[in-house]
């Protein structure tokens, strides 16, 4: 039996990028045969989350967001990670047969020292946390995006170290990456890769107003619409290939290929695209509203899934225990 297990840090408001990056294969995969196991991980957030208050109202926003996007709490398990402490033993049992060298190699923690960000143990123990979070639950597979790709390969030499030295207690997961490629790197407003760090994200659930000027910002040029136009060329037909059915989207490529008097301007495509979004999200957002006017549900439904994994993780944590003498 397959097993599916993947982890989303609550450091913000979830945008498109995390939705056609992560969010939306989680949701999808649901449905086929397998166990699924999604976590939110605020023990991983408190590395750059420092206020309580907000720590919650991030927590409850990433349970809200998935479940309003359609994960069924009845086909997956989902839980908030620090209901679990199990991991954190396992984290710890990893961590003593893990090499310095291999930790201080991380793409993640070279990235925020890169940008100055000021590294705290639990910064560049990360990974140790992170493959106790996926062995812990005998987990197969993991869907992420392609930046955790050297996360599972430390995770499965984790595996390996301690098996090497205990005999066979984790199983060997391994990652699965989006379908699209082009879906696997959203664009922000401003071209680059989207992330809540560069600012250039989109909040998934934007509406009215501020949608409106988000859209407003990816950058144009003053060309006019009767000018033909290269679409890949146009960073607004990126955004558009990730909501249009493809016939739509090769009539409005076509219709800029060629220009002329039958051509849309740019402020076509916006609008176009804010109604899109609009389209995709709209239901979500009104579940959403709905799920945030009752709370406690939600928290029945994230306790109901903690102990659902602390099961399973407690049972690997056992395992581990024993194998290394320490029961
Ligand atoms: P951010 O860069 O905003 O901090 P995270 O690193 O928390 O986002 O990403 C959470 C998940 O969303 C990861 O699985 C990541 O691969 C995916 N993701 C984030 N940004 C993008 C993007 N621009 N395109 C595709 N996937 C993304
Ligand atoms: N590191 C992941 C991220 O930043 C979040 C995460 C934590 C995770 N633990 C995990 C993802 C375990 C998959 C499996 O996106």
Not at 33 to 52: G, K, M, P
Not at 261 to 278: C, E, N, S
């Amino acid at each position: 039996m397959k097993t599916y297990l993947s982890g989303i840090q609550p450091s913000g408001r979830l945008h498109l990028g995390n939705y056609f990056g992560a969010i939306r294969q989680h949701v999808m995969l649901q449905d086929t045969d397998a166990e699924h196991f999604y976590f939110i991980a605020d023990y991983h957030a408190l590395t750059s989350v420092r206020d309580a208050a907000r720590m919650r109202e991030l927590v409850r926003d990433v349970a809200v967001t998935y479940l309003a996007l359609g994960l069924d709490p009845e086909k997956a398990t989902l839980w908030r990670q620090s209901d679990v402490p199990e991991v954190t033993e396992i984290s710890w049992l990893l961590s003593s047969v893990t090499g310095m060298g291999m930790l201080e190699r991380a793409h993640s923690y070279k990235d925020k020292i890169a940008n100055r960000i000021k590294p705290s143990v639990g910064l560049f123990t990360y990974p140790v946390l992170m493959a106790a979070d996926i062995l812990a639950y005998d987990t197969t597979h993991v869907p992420v995006g392609k930046d955790q790709v050297q996360h599972l390969e430390m995770t499965q030499d984790m595996a390996g170290y301690f098996n090497g030295h205990f005999g066979d207690v984790f199983k060997r997961p391994e990652a699965v990456l989006a379908a699209n490629d082009s879906m696997a790197k959203v664009p922000g407003t401003d071209g680059q890769k989207m992330s809540k760090s560069y600012g250039n994200d989109i909040w998934i659930f934007e509406t009215g107003k501020p949608l409106k000027k988000a859209i407003g910002r990816i950058p144009t040029d003053s060309r006019a619409p009767e000018e033909p136009k290269d679409p890949s060329e146009i960073l607004l037909f990126d955004f558009l290939t990730l909501f249009l059915e493809a016939e739509e989207l090769k009539d409005w490529q076509d219709r800029v290929r060629v220009g002329g008097v039958g051509a849309p301007g740019y402020g076509h495509l916006k609008q176009r695209l804010i109604a899109a979004i609009d389209g995709t999200f709209g239901g979500a957002r009104a579940l959403r509203e709905e799920m945030l006017a009752d709370p406690a549900e939600v928290d029945r439904i994230l306790a109901r899934g903690a102990d659902r994994a602390r099961e399973k993780a407690q049972a690997v944590r056992d395992r581990a225990l024993l194998a290394c003498g320490l029961r």
